[in-house]
């Protein structure tokens, strides 16, 4: 059975394991995914969703990236692009007291490695991602 299409994710993460595991999460509930190894793959695939008017509901980008651009940079990139870009930070070292910090430059939410499906699917609940933004 197709699920229903939820809407349109980008994956961001320098880690194919995660991008394949977390690719196959938002594919679960639904959503069309494209994923990246670096920043800069993500900014281009975000600037041609703009330019082809087929935006992307919400972005995941890992925090730091051995191969490239990390999230941090990756999104001030794409609020020039789309300044209501709806961003989600994936990080495997950031600790929650980081969380405040991360909002205030941008991320609506954080999630922490490992996270299981029921992470994600509380995460995506939390903000609106009816319009496509990106």
């Known amino acids: 059975i197709t699920p229903t299409i939820a809407g349109k994710a980008l994956v961001m993460d320098d880690d ?20 990246f190894v670096d920043g800069l ?3 281009e695939a975000v600037n041609k969703s703009v330019k082809n008017n087929t935006p992307y509901n919400v972005v995941f980008l890992d925090l730091i990236n051995k ?3 990390g999230g941090l940079e990756t999104l001030q990139k794409l609020r020039e692009l789309v300044p209501k870009v709806k961003a989600i930070a994936i990080s495997g070292y950031a600790n929650t007291s980081e969380l405040d910090t991360l ?8 999630l922490f490695k490992p996270f299981k499906l029921n992470d994600l699917k509380k995460v995506l609940g939390e903000i609106n991602l009816t319009e496509r933004t990106c």
């Open 41 to 43: 793959q993500a900014i």
């Open 103 to 110: 909002k205030k430059l941008g991320f609506f939410n954080v």
């Open 16 to 35: 194919e394991v995660i991008l394949d595991i977390v690719g196959q999460m938002l594919t679960r509930l639904g959503y069309k995914v494209e994923t």
């Open 67 to 69: 191969k490239g651009l």
